[in-house]
């Protein structure tokens, strides 16, 4: 069966003249776009079905039963992370136990599912955009496929310390002009899903229109899909507060 894919996005500097310059349609469909490009050739089972949702829609993107029909959710946000529910973000973290992948894009390290998933802090050092050479530390994992063992971009700059837990594989490491290195590639484990944390995607620059970035979110998409049948329902006997 095809893989599908919900593309999330705050949908609020899209509609700013210098972000539209960029992305057109907006960030989720700029994903949207190459997510499907990438269906070429590749057989039923390894086919992306994308669809997008936004903040501003009904149940905050995801009314009609959207989040339940997901294998992989990708995030975009930035600065609104405080306007999604608590009770949105508990859903999604539930659904990640369950099998559902979850790719955390830019700024959603901050996001609450990202906090949520992770149980720290996730902060970082940040600075103005920067020359980014992104190198693949992990040559051999699935996400890395097709990817060379650098390339560069012009980025947001990111620094370490970056508070999250010792990812559980490290695909992608970052050096930027500033002299501050960053893990740019995180996977994690949680429950039966997977979880991708992916460093570019400044709004304001066009990383997700390089090739090598659109690769490595494809693969992502679908290194993050369920690999297998979960047999009951994942449920939680204690609920921690949100960070």
């Given at each position: 069966?095809?893989?599908?894919?919900?593309?999330?996005?705050?949908?609020?500097?899209?509609?700013?003249?210098?972000?539209?310059?960029?992305h057109?349609n907006?960030?989720?469909?700029?994903v949207?776009?190459?997510?499907?490009?990438?269906?070429?050739g590749?057989p039923?089972?390894?086919?992306?079905?994308?669809?997008?949702?936004?903040?501003?829609?009904?149940?905050?993107?995801?009314?009609?039963?959207?989040l339940?029909?997901?294998?992989?959710?990708?995030?975009?946000?930035?600065?609104?992370?405080?306007?999604?529910?608590?009770?949105?973000?508990?859903r999604?973290?539930?659904r990640?136990?369950?099998?559902?992948?979850?790719?955390?894009?830019?700024?959603?390290?901050?996001?609450k599912?990202?906090?949520?998933?992770?149980?720290?802090?996730?902060?970082?050092?940040?600075?103005?955009?920067?020359k980014?050479?992104?190198?693949?530390?992990?040559?051999s994992?699935?996400?890395?496929?097709?990817?060379?063992?650098?390339?560069?971009?012009?980025?947001e700059?990111?620094?370490?310390?970056?508070?999250?837990?010792?990812?559980?594989?490290?695909?992608?490491?970052?050096?930027?002009?500033?002299?501050?290195?960053?893990?740019?590639?995180?996977?994690?484990?949680?429950?039966?899903?997977?979880?991708?944390?992916?460093?570019?995607?400044?709004?304001?620059?066009?990383?997700?229109?390089?090739?090598?970035?659109q690769?490595?979110?494809s693969?992502?998409?679908?290194w993050a899909?369920?690999?297998?049948?979960?047999?009951?329902?994942?449920?939680?006997?204690?609920?921690p507060?949100l960070?």
């Amino acid at each position: 069966m095809a893989i599908k894919v919900t593309v999330w996005n705050e949908n609020v500097h899209d509609k700013e003249e210098y972000v539209r310059a960029i992305h057109p349609n907006g960030i989720h469909n700029t994903v949207k776009d190459f997510l499907m490009r990438s269906n070429a050739g590749l057989p039923e089972d390894q086919q992306l079905i994308v669809r997008t949702a936004t903040l501003d829609q009904p149940e905050q993107g995801f009314a009609d039963g959207l989040l339940e029909d997901t294998d992989v959710l990708m995030w975009w946000g930035h600065m609104h992370h405080g306007e999604v529910s608590d009770e949105l973000a508990e859903r999604i973290v539930h659904r990640v136990w369950g099998g559902m992948g979850f790719i955390a894009l830019h700024s959603a390290h901050m996001s609450k599912p990202f906090m949520r998933l992770m149980g720290t802090p996730c902060t970082l050092h940040w600075g103005d955009e920067k020359k980014e050479i992104m190198w693949t530390a992990m040559p051999s994992h699935e996400i890395a496929a097709g990817v060379p063992e650098h390339f560069e971009l012009e980025e947001e700059m990111y620094g370490e310390p970056f508070m999250v837990p010792t990812p559980d594989e490290l695909v992608f490491m970052s050096w930027f002009e500033t002299g501050y290195v960053f893990r740019s590639g995180c996977c994690y484990k949680r429950g039966y899903g997977r979880v991708f944390y992916f460093e570019p995607g400044h709004e304001s620059r066009p990383s997700y229109h390089n090739e090598h970035v659109q690769r490595i979110l494809s693969n992502a998409a679908r290194w993050a899909a369920p690999h297998f049948a979960i047999p009951h329902e994942i449920k939680c006997d204690w609920e921690p507060s949100l960070v």
